[in-house]
C-alpha cells in the first residue's frame, strides 16, 4: 500500500472515531437506559423482583414477543393525563423553573458583565470565586441554607437585630425558600456561559457607540446584550433543565408542600415501589426538558441561516 493511501485510510478511520464515540457514548448511557425506561413505563406494578410485568423472556422465541408486546399498555400514562397530581407537578416544576431562570438572568447577567470588564489581572480570580462552590458537595450547600433560613437562622437573626422586621419569617419549607437555593445553585451556570461570550465581544464595538455618544448603560442594552445572546440562551437552557427535575432543593427547602416532579418521581419509585408509573413520570420530565433545547437549536438554525443570507447580500 503506498504511503499516500496508507494516509487516507488513517485518516478515515480517525475522522470515524471521531465521530462514531460520542454516537457510542450516547447510545450506551442514554438510548439504552431511556429504552429500558420508556419499555418500563408500558409495563404494569407487580409484587415481584423486578417489580413490574411483562418481562420478556428470551427463550420464548416469536411467541414469547407477541405476548410480551401485548401485556404492554398506556395505562400509565393515562393515569398521568388523568390524575391532577402529575398535571400540577408538571405546571409547578416548569413555573419554579422559569421563575428561578428569570432571577438568574438578572443577577448573572451585570455580574458577567463586571467580570468581563475588570481587569485581565483580575478576571481569572473573579472566575475562581464563581467556580469555588463546586468544590463543596451539593447537599452540603443546601444543608447549610436550612441553617441560614430557618426561623432561628442567621438571616432571621440579622433582620431582626436590624429593626426590619418584629419576628421570624417563614422562609424555610415555602416556595420562597425553594426559589433562593434554586437561585444560588444554578447562578455559575448562568454566570460562566454569559462571561465566556461577553469576554469576547471586541471592545471596539463599545467604543464606536462611546464615540457616537451612547451612554454606558445604553451601550450595554443596544451593542452588548445584544452580542450575548447566545450566551445568556445557552445559561437559561444549562439552569432551567436541571431545575424541571431539582428533587434536593425543594425536599430540603420547600417543605412537604412544595409539589415538584422531581419529589413525585422519588415517591412513585421509592415509597410507592410503583415502577412502571415512576418510569412515565421520568419520561414526561424528559419531553418537558427536550422541549426547550429543540427550541433553542431551531432559534439558532434561523439566526445562522439570516446570517448567511445577510453576509451574501453583503457580498453582492
Do not use: H
Not at 195 to 215: I, K, W
Amino acid at each position: 500500500m503506498k504511503p499516500s493511501a496508507r494516509s487516507d485510510l488513517a485518516g478515515r478511520l480517525g475522522r470515524g472515531l471521531v465521530r462514531g464515540l460520542p454516537l457510542l457514548w450516547l447510545g450506551l448511557f442514554f438510548l439504552v437506559p431511556f429504552a429500558v425506561t420508556l419499555k418500563i413505563s408500558f409495563s404494569s406494578p407487580a409484587t415481584a423482583q423486578p417489580p413490574y410485568l411483562p418481562v420478556l423472556d428470551w427463550q420464548g422465541g416469536l411467541e414469547g414477543w407477541r405476548e410480551f408486546l401485548e401485556a404492554l399498555d398506556f395505562e400509565n400514562y393515562q393515569m398521568l393525563a388523568a390524575d391532577a397530581l402529575y398535571r400540577d407537578a408538571a405546571l409547578s416544576s416548569l413555573g419554579y423553573a422559569a421563575l428561578a431562570t428569570a432571577i438568574l438572568v438578572l443577577l448573572g447577567t451585570p455580574t458577567a458583565y463586571a467580570m468581563s470588564r475588570a481587569s485581565a489581572r483580575w478576571q481569572p480570580i473573579l472566575v475562581a470565586l464563581v467556580i469555588v462552590p463546586f468544590w463543596t458537595s451539593f447537599l452540603i450547600r443546601v444543608y447549610a441554607w436550612i441553617a441560614i433560613l430557618k426561623p432561628e437562622g442567621l438571616l432571621n437573626a440579622a433582620l431582626i437585630k436590624l429593626g426590619l422586621i418584629g419576628a421570624p419569617l417563614p422562609i424555610l419549607d415555602s416556595p420562597f425558600g425553594v426559589l433562593i437555593g434554586l437561585t444560588y445553585a444554578y447562578l455559575p451556570f448562568m454566570v460562566l456561559p454569559l462571561y465566556a461570550v461577553m469576554s469576547r465581544l471586541d471592545p471596539a464595538l463599545t467604543e464606536a457607540a462611546a464615540d457616537l455618544g451612547a451612554a454606558r448603560v445604553r451601550t450595554f442594552f443596544t451593542v452588548t446584550l445584544p452580542l450575548s445572546l447566545p450566551g445568556l440562551a445557552a445559561g437559561a437552557l444549562l439552569c432551567f433543565i436541571p431545575m424541571v427535575g431539582e428533587f434536593i432543593i425543594p425536599d430540603l427547602l420547600g417543605g412537604s408542600d412544595t409539589l415538584m416532579l422531581g419529589r413525585v418521581l422519588w415517591s412513585e419509585f421509592f415509597s410507592n415501589r410503583d415502577w412502571p408509573l415512576a418510569s412515565a413520570v421520568a419520561v414526561l420530565l424528559l419531553i418537558l426538558v427536550v422541549g426547550p433545547v429543540v427550541l433553542f437549536r431551531e432559534a439558532e438554525l434561523r439566526r445562522e441561516e439570516a446570517a448567511e443570507g445577510r453576509a451574501g447580500e453583503g457580498g453582492r
